[in-house]
């Protein structure tokens, strides 16, 4: 519109704006948008996404069905993208989409961030509240993922692999849902939320890492399935549209870029509500409005600001023909448009930058962004009816515009990268991008973009139009590798810096299907200290490797194992006892039993023990080879040497004592591992013998059921077997009676004693008593009759019981006590010596100890038999006594055999015959 427009255009057709004040009349760009815009929002749905130029569906679908066109909705009037990529919400949707359900073709509905989710609003205060009084609200309400992904593991098969991925990221979206209202709710500055705030980055990241994950993996796992060669077959005349068609459906390469351009743009549209909220505009219908108001006040000499150069028409070439400035106001509203246009663009939705444009009154905009529809003419072949023709006939020309507005300098440098991004001009482009998601989707797009069009110009376009654009983009060699080795000498500080964050690098190593150079990341973190990586990245990392083990594809072992024994240390530390077994169950079964066994050391609680050994038979881990382990964990903790008698020193039982009396427990939950029970109960008391310890001994023993060896020998004949039991079995029972016989007799000795120093007390003499003291005097002396009688017989029953149990373990049957009857067992020399020493111990001081029942109780002439005993070449005890010891013990027998002169019988207790 020039002077004489404005001149011939009525007063009543004039538009009147009124200069606009930055804090009045804002409309925001959400009430800008279209209707259907805001009544998906308004469903949780996520907004059709329109990445520009080349972001067409290629999803795989099976190659046994014939394939229908992808671009066949998107290349006319309903303003799709020519490439437009769904990545599926569900394993099996595979299909092609169709007009009802393009809206929701990025993600399931819930992985939208902080939509509207499945929670109610009472029970989001109430949640948010609590964890507001935690000292890490954002540990402790994300506490719950760790038994959510675990059961969202335990609920699917390797069929559903998809299924359970999308699951993944709906829990973390869940999560972040939580997280954002306690953010929220929170007092800002406080320590424990800036950890909350980084539990929300890592949960975000890992969200949109399984939603990579499952649009990647189902379209590598389809393309393994099918044969991509039937798809090189020439189409005669061909258009745009087809062409572009058939590079999708048979090139993994360009597919799976797009699928990368696509879950970037999703990302992006998760966080633009965020952005959208301080981006305001008018809703009017022309755009310009201010200038448009000065220029018509000039005309009629009605202006009264200051005079400065300004444009004299208001098309949209004007400022750049004339080389003149816009009213400040405009100005500023069309960069803050501009930018606003450029992060639609970024999250693929150039529709909604379409009609924004069209709301602004800047319909020529929206017009530039339609320009990329691959043409497509379906009459060329001939049919019965004329159908409509689609796309853009002269994109070519369109597109070189483009890339022509895009390398113009006095241009706003958002204007320039909106038109980079349709051109494929890379250079123009990075300069807004700023992110490391920024900066991988530029490469990934304009590498889409150059792949297409060298495709088409290959086999559509004549020579003459090949040579509009430039020679370095259309001759790019592109590969996955090269983006990133691009995006590695870059130039922008923190594109280089998120380049090395933990999900980034885990995000590159997926795009580039480097499992291997991944594994290789993940030890060189594991390396620099396992306590150092994140509870959640360690979750993450662990149901990564089982998602890889479920696809089939190969992992380092060693790397693995690794990962899952970090997240299952993490676990132990952080008390998930339910959750620990299954990833044990996941190692190598030596690995896992001694991962398992370490984490059992800890378990006190005798349910809780029973508890964790049943999560271990439901994972199918080996219960009795764990219980074993733990067993022999804690006794080799106890480094203490198997010593004399005589340098032990009676402290009670000690903590470390309880530790290996506690710990048979393990071993008695399960009747089939009696006889491992036995041999490892043996062991503990051959140290507690050894060092006087007789009450724990004592413990130990009674931890083993009484049925025990009827157990072990019902087992055996239940087997089948009909030979006796095995030499270790049989020798382990034989040693547990030998135990029995001695704690036995020890315990017997013990009552005895305590029984003979509490003898009755018999009344003293009185002299010069009166006659109530003498009844007195003699009922108390009937009384201590009584009383000694009692005490009397007692005391009889108590030594013929005490005997008794002493001549049992020193008479022991079968060679002897602790001496075993096979042979032919496997040889144990630790076990061998230490009932050699406890033979040299034990036997020597029970003779003490008869010897002290003996002569207490008048016995002298069987006191002196025990020279016969331990003389006795049958039983060779005497080759048990050290040098000393059988000097002492005849210097004791020696006393007997003065007491027997003194009543007149000769040393050995028989009559003295004349």
């Known amino acids: 519109m020039d002077w004489n427009d404005f001149q011939n255009t009525s007063s009543q057709e004039m538009i009147q704006p009124v200069q606009k004040q930055n804090t009045k009349k804002k409309v925001s760009i959400l009430a800008a948008l279209d209707d259907g815009l805001s009544d998906m929002s308004t469903r949780g749905l996520a907004v059709p996404r329109m990445p520009g130029l080349f972001s067409q569906s290629v999803t795989p679908q099976s190659r046994s069905a014939p394939k229908q066109s992808n671009i066949s909705t998107n290349l006319g009037t309903e303003r799709k993208s020519p490439y437009f990529v769904k990545i599926p919400g569900h394993l099996g949707n595979l299909s092609v989409l169709d007009d009802s359900d393009w809206t929701v073709a990025l993600t399931p509905p819930q992985s939208v961030m902080f939509t509207n989710l499945d929670y109610s609003a009472a029970e989001d205060v109430t949640k948010s509240a609590v964890f507001l009084n935690e000292d890490d609200p954002g540990e402790a309400a994300a506490r719950s993922m760790y038994p959510d992904f675990l059961h969202s593991l335990l609920k699917h098969s390797s069929n559903t692999i998809f299924e359970l991925i999308d699951e993944y990221e709906d829990t973390c979206s869940n999560q972040l849902n939580i997280l954002q209202k306690i953010v929220c709710r929170a007092t800002p500055g406080q320590q424990k939320f800036s950890k909350t705030a980084s539990i929300l980055w890592l949960l975000k990241q890992e969200m949109v890492t399984w939603r990579l994950l499952s649009s990647i993996y189902r379209d590598r796992i389809q393309s393994a399935m099918e044969d991509e060669t039937m798809f090189d077959l020439a189409i005669i005349n061909a258009s745009e549209k087809t062409v572009v068609n058939n590079l999708f459906q048979r090139d993994s390469l360009v597919r799976q870029s797009q699928l990368v351009v696509d879950w970037l743009e999703s990302i992006a549209k998760d966080e633009i509500g965020d952005f959208s909220d301080n981006i305001e505009f008018y809703a009017k219908s022309v755009y310009w409005e201010n200038t448009l108001h000065i220029l018509k006040q000039w005309q009629l000499n009605t202006f009264t600001g200051s005079l400065r150069p300004l444009v004299t028409e208001v098309d949209p070439d004007a400022p750049v023909r004339q080389k003149m ?20 663009i970024r999250a693929g939705m150039t529709d909604e930058a379409q009609r924004l444009c069209k709301r602004c009154g800047q319909a020529w905009r929206a017009a530039t962004l339609e320009g990329w529809k691959l043409y497509h003419d379906p009459n060329v072949n001939g049919g019965q009816e004329l159908e409509p023709v689609e796309g853009n006939p002269y994109r070519c020309i369109w597109k070189i515009s483009c890339w022509r507005l895009a390398e113009k300098e006095q241009f706003d440098k958002y204007e320039r990268a909106i038109y980079a991004a349709l051109s494929g001009n890379l250079k123009q482009l990075l300069p807004v991008c700023d992110t490391w998601e920024d900066a991988v989707w530029a490469y990934f797009r304009v590498m889409v973009d150059t792949l297409v069009e060298q495709e088409i110009r290959s086999s559509v376009m004549n020579t003459e139009e090949k040579e509009e654009l430039p020679r370095e983009y259309l001759e790019t060699n592109w590969t996955l590798e090269k983006v990133f080795e691009e995006l590695q000498a870059t130039d ?25 150079g991944l594994m290789d990341e993940f030890y060189k973190w594991l390396s620099k200290g396992r306590n150092i990586l994140p509870g959640h990245l360690l979750r993450f990392m662990t149901h990564l490797i089982l998602f890889f083990r479920t696809l089939g594809l190969q992992t380092k072992e060693e790397v693995s194992i690794d990962v ?11 008390k998930h006892t339910d959750l620990i077994a299954f990833y044990v169950s996941h190692l190598p079964q030596d690995v896992a039993v001694a991962q398992y066994a370490a984490f059992l050391e800890d378990v006190i609680d005798t349910e809780q023990r029973h508890h964790c050994l049943e999560l271990a038979k439901e994972a199918g881990l080996d219960i009795a080879t764990i219980t074993k382990t733990v067993v022999e964990n804690i006794c080799k903790k106890d480094t203490s040497e198997f010593f004399h008698h005589d340098l032990a020193v009676e402290t009670g039982t000690t903590e470390d004592d309880r530790l290996k009396i506690d710990v048979i427990d393990w071993l008695v939950f399960d009747p089939a591992q009696r006889a491992e029970a036995l041999k490892q109960s043996n062991a503990i008391m051959r140290k507690f013998l050894a060092s006087k310890k007789h009450e724990a001994a004592t413990e130990v023993f009674i931890k083993i059921p009484q049925d025990s060896i009827a157990e072990i020998y019902n087992q055996w004949e239940e087997q089948g077997m009909e030979s006796p039991l095995p030499a270790e079995d049989d020798n382990a029972i034989r040693e547990h009676l030998c135990i029995r016989a001695y704690l036995e007799a020890h315990e017997a000795f013990n009552e005895w004693f305590k029984h003979m120093n509490s ?19 003699e009922l108390k002396e009937k009384k201590y009759e009584v009383d000694y009688g009692i005490w ?18 020193l008479l022991f049957i079968d060679g002897g006590w602790m001496v075993d009857v096979r042979e032919d067992a496997e040889d144990d020399p630790e076990r061998s010596h230490q009932m050699i020493m406890l033979r040299k111990l034990c036997l020597p001081v029970l003779c003490f100890l008869l010897h002290t029942v003996l002569y207490s109780t008048g016995q002298y002439q069987e006191d002196l038999r025990l020279a016969d005993l331990i003389a006795s070449d049958r039983h060779k005890l005497y080759m048990i006594f050290s040098k000393e010891e059988l000097q002492k013990l005849l210097k004791k027998l020696r006393e007997s055999s003065v007491v027997l002169l003194d009543q007149g019988l000769d040393p050995l207790g028989y009559e003295i015959q004349s």
């Not at 997240?567 to 132990?572: A, E, G, H, S, T």
């Not at 003898?759 to 009844?775: I, Y």
């Not at 005391?795 to 149990?805: H, P």
Request: charged residues 30%; glycine residues 4%.
């Open 325 to 344: 400035p816009l009213d400040d106001l405009d100005r500023e509203d069309d960069a803050r448009l501009l930018k606003f246009l450029f992060t639609l």
């Open 792 to 809: 009397k017989g007692l005391l009889d029953a108590l030594t013929a019981d005490v005997k008794e149990k002493m001549y049992n373990v």
């Open 492 to 516: 922008k500080k923190r594109v280089l810096e998120e380049n090395q964050e933990h999900y980034h690098m885990i995000q590159k190593f997926v795009i580039l299907g480097d499992v291997d």
């Open 759 to 777: 003898v009755p007390q018999k009344p003293g003499q009185l002299s010069q008593a009166s006659f109530t003291e003498k009844v007195a005097h």
């Open 564 to 574: 899952l024994k970090a997240y299952i240390q993490w676990l132990m530390c952080e």
